[in-house]
């Protein structure tokens, strides 16, 4: 999310947005009320393709992501131009307009661009609030030195949008996961019939992308090991995509070499044609019968292997949810299991999921949301008993 307030730099704010667009960023952009003096908003949305957010109170907008919803929502805030009075409010806590309100309401890292005339820069007021600001955890960049608007030579000159840019993908370095690698598989496998047909099930990879994702905000260093999909790879994730069950644990395994955390998100086919047809079966007879063998478990086969990594299934039923999720845990010895439950329109080829996470002491309910938010909620369960488990055991 990109926050806008009322200082003369806000036109480089087009620009940052821009960069911020060309490297993959969904951008939304929300401006203080006064930021529309700088700066107009069809700018910011023809470079965006969002409309602009800057009411607090607008119905429309909040039917359809409110406040705290948009809080959730951005991976990371990063406000440029940030005026001192932003500054000083955002010291205090005060919610009195939109972008004030989605810091207060966030978890998500913010960096702020400080932009000011050098001598409310210098005020002792500003050099207290940016203290708060960076116990409060807000991290800044700049101001810069250099000839301001107004005339005067000093601190205070918005650092320029690429330098912010590199800071705000610094932001996502600096994760709970930083320095880890994470093994994620997701979206389905096909299983060739014959030289035209396959077996495959009805995965569309995102909740396995959603927490590729997630896990790359966390700090990871993130393998993906996707079947077949219609979704673009996030950024940063190095990807590998294949086919059949076989390719994707022929993937898995020979990447797992200092993996530390694995989630099996895909729905490998459990069996796969014994004999597959050169040409296309024709249609003589009224029945067909086609033998099938079993595929490797590769979430069996990772938990059970030399270097094994945390290992966290996913456990797709109908019915018996808890029994069958927690059956699988033991069985797989798996450090965690997501009981996800499917058929019905849900779990398979939607927008949003629900997902009861299970260990072996305890359990937790996260609740009906977009997959990009349950992923990131998941993730950071993971992260929580990933830390604990490492921790006993390096004690
Ligand atoms: O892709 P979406 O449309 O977003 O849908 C998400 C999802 C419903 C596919 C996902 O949330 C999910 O539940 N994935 C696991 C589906 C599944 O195959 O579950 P299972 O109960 O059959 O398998 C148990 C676990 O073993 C899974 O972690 C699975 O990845 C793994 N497994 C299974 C068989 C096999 N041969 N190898 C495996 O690694």
Redesign the pocket.
């Known amino acids: 999310m990109l926050g806008i307030t009322a200082g003369v730099a806000a036109y480089k704010a087009a620009e940052l947005a821009r960069l911020l667009v060309k490297q993959g960023a969904l951008v939304q952009v929300v401006m203080t009320p006064s930021a529309h003096e700088f700066i107009g908003a069809m700018t910011l949305q023809a470079i965006t393709g969002r409309p602009v957010r800057d009411q607090l109170f607008d119905a429309d907008a909040e039917a359809a992501m409110g406040h705290i919803e948009l809080a959730r929502w951005a991976d990371a805030i990063v406000i440029a131009p940030a005026t001192a009075d932003f500054m000083a409010k955002l010291a205090m806590g005060a919610a009195d307009n939109l972008l004030l309100t989605i810091c207060l309401a966030t978890q998500a890292p913010v960096l702020i661009a400080p932009a000011m005339n050098e001598k409310m820069w210098a005020h002792p007021a500003t050099q207290e609030n940016q203290t708060k600001l960076t116990a409060q955890g807000v991290k800044l960049i700049g101001p810069a030195v250099g000839e301001q608007a107004c005339g005067d030579v000093g601190p205070g000159r918005m650092v320029e949008p690429a330098e912010i840019l590199a800071a705000a993908a610094e932001l996502f370095e600096l994760g709970p996961l930083s320095g880890k690698r994470v093994m994620i ?4 496998t096909r299983e060739p019939i014959d030289a035209v047909r396959y077996l495959s099930n ?7 992308y959603a927490l590729a994702n997630a896990a790359r905000l966390a700090g990871a260093e993130v393998l993906l090991i996707s079947g077949p999909v219609s979704l673009d790879a996030p950024k940063g994730c190095a990807l590998t995509e294949v086919t059949s ?1 076989d390719e994707m644990y022929g993937a898995v395994m020979n990447q797992l070499d200092g993996v530390d955390i694995f989630i ?7 069996y796969r044609a014994e004999y597959v047809a050169e040409k296309k079966i024709k249609k003589t007879e009224d029945t067909l019968t086609v033998n099938l063998v079993k ?6 086969e990772v938990a059970a292997s030399a270097q094994r990594p945390f290992c966290v ?5 109908t019915n018996d949810l808890e029994q069958y999720a927690t059956d ?1 845990l033991n069985d ?1 010895q798996l450090d965690m299991i ?1 009981a ?1 439950w ?1 058929g019905d329109q849900q ?4 927008e949003d ?1 629900a997902l009861l996470v299970i260990w072996s002491e305890g359990q937790t309910q996260l609740p009906q949301q977009p ?1 990009r938010e349950l992923a990131k909620q998941l993730m950071t369960l993971i992260e929580e008993h990933y830390h604990a488990k490492t921790t006993t055991q390096s004690s």
């Open positions: 598989t997701a979206g389905p009805r995965s569309s990879g995102k909740m396995g069950a099996a998100a895909a729905a490998v086919a459990d595929n490797p478990d590769i979430l069996r299934g996913f456990a797709a039923e699988k797989k997501a996800n499917v779990g398979f080829d939607t999921n997959k």
